[in-house]
């Protein structure tokens, strides 16, 4: 099928709520590293990623080598099986998160990964109410959507009971109108009124992405969490990390991006890049918080042999790489060139992000800070035209998300950075 074809049967045969990019969606048909191609047989560079989940590139060999003898020797089993593939994955986490994480619990996606959490976190403290951070985003379960501080996300009123909002540190948007760092990070120190007007003062856990990644890379002050975690924890709570976008040394030097803010998890829950686009979701916890799950519960196909061999692949390939150290150096080139073009566009009010997750944020003018979707709309189309993948976000539709592979080399950076600032002259 061309792709005029696959367009039209993918309107006939698909729910209209399968969302695409582009006025004219492109039709991807194969990809090796940070190149793809579509079914017309144009090439494109892709500093997207799928949703930041490739994090060593399209079809990296030794996944691909992996994955086709997994195949070949077993296929499925269920978590009713002990599996080599699932307990070397589940060691290998082990070893490579923060503070005292240790014992796993697979499943297929990041929603699944959160909802693990929150009911672990829930059986461990006795308590039922969950807070969590406006801009958010955790899936497509009612409890998630529910979880998701985006109107445009929320297709219905999820009336999940016991989920509580706090304030996003925005720190360009500042909920409370201050500037950081004379604000003195007030948004992490309403917390402790969110808990004691709002809750019944016994929080069973404070989930947050160390970067808000939907929310449109938004990359808080580096007191925040310390401060967050710590009011949370004062109320008995414990702070689960959604490590879904950040993890795996997307933000550079470390493997986890809440190790730049210094502070230690009870859980946190994996997608995404760590089995590089298979599904995997992944919740891994302490000893004393994990052992409190002693219910029956299974996923059939969480922790499934194919996609634990691709996770394995992936995670070997990634310290044979040393991926978090690429990260810091590409994600540095990528960030001076985003700031060149800041200066070049005075309709790019904001540059944010760390390693390779960096953003820009579009607006009508620098000092009024309207956002301008249409700007972003315009600029999205012809870095398409000029044969470059990028991704949108934010809850006004006017951030623009990159995150290409972290094996990206230095002049894929610099060609992907050319034809972004070709793409921005276009935009009225």
Aim: contains cysteine; proline residues 5%.
């Amino acid at each position: 099928m061309d792709s005029a074809t696959v367009r039209a049967k993918h309107k006939e045969f698909l729910f209209p709520c399968v969302a695409t990019y582009y006025e004219e969606p492109i039709v991807l048909t194969e990809g090796l590293g940070c190149c793809v191609r579509d079914a017309d047989g144009r090439e494109y560079l892709d500093f997207f990623g799928g949703i930041v989940t490739l994090g060593v590139g399209h079809s990296h060999p030794n996944v691909v080598r992996r994955v086709q003898e997994q195949i070949a020797r077993l296929e499925h089993t269920s978590t009713l099986y002990a599996t080599r593939e699932q307990v070397r994955v589940a060691e290998r986490l082990a070893s490579i998160t923060p503070g005292k994480l240790k014992k796993s619990f697979f499943s297929t996606s990041g929603t699944e990964a959160d909802e693990t959490a929150i009911l672990l976190a829930k059986i461990y403290t006795g308590c039922q109410e969950i807070i969590v951070l406006r801009h958010s985003y955790a899936g497509r379960s009612l409890q998630a959507i529910a979880i998701t501080g985006h109107s445009p996300w929320r297709l219905i009123p999820a009336q999940v009971p016991g989920i509580k909002h706090g304030l996003s540190p925005y720190c360009y948007r500042c909920p409370l109108g201050l500037t950081y760092p004379s604000c003195e990070v007030k948004c992490a120190h309403d917390l402790e009124e969110l808990i004691r007007t709002s809750t019944s003062g016994k929080p069973a856990a404070f989930m947050a992405e160390p970067i808000q990644g939907v929310g449109g890379f938004i990359t808080p002050p580096k007191e925040y969490f310390e401060i967050a975690v710590g009011i949370v924890r004062k109320y008995g709570g414990v702070f689960i990390c959604d490590e879904v976008q950040t993890g795996f040394g997307r933000t550079g030097e470390h493997w986890c991006g809440i190790e730049h803010w210094g502070v230690e998890p009870e859980i946190m829950t994996f997608a995404k890049s760590i089995a590089n686009g298979f599904p995997v979701g992944a919740t891994i916890a302490t000893d004393e918080v994990a052992d409190a799950f002693t219910g029956l519960s299974l996923s059939t196909f969480g922790g499934n042999p194919i996609s634990m061999a691709a996770a394995e692949a992936t995670l070997e390939t990634m310290e044979e790489e040393n991926v978090p150290q690429r990260s810091a150096e590409r994600g540095a080139q990528l960030r001076q060139a985003l700031e060149g073009l800041r200066e070049k566009y005075q309709f790019i009010g904001d540059v944010r992000g760390m390693g390779l997750m960096q953003a820009i944020e579009l607006v009508e003018d620098s000092k009024s800070k309207e956002p301008s979707p249409g700007r972003t709309a315009q600029f999205h189309e012809a870095a398409k035209r000029h044969g470059l993948l990028i991704g949108k976000g934010g809850l006004y539709g006017n951030v623009i998300r990159l995150a290409p592979s972290m094996l990206v080399s230095e002049s894929e950076i610099d060609e992907g950075v050319r034809r972004m600032n070709l793409a921005l002259a276009e935009v009225k």
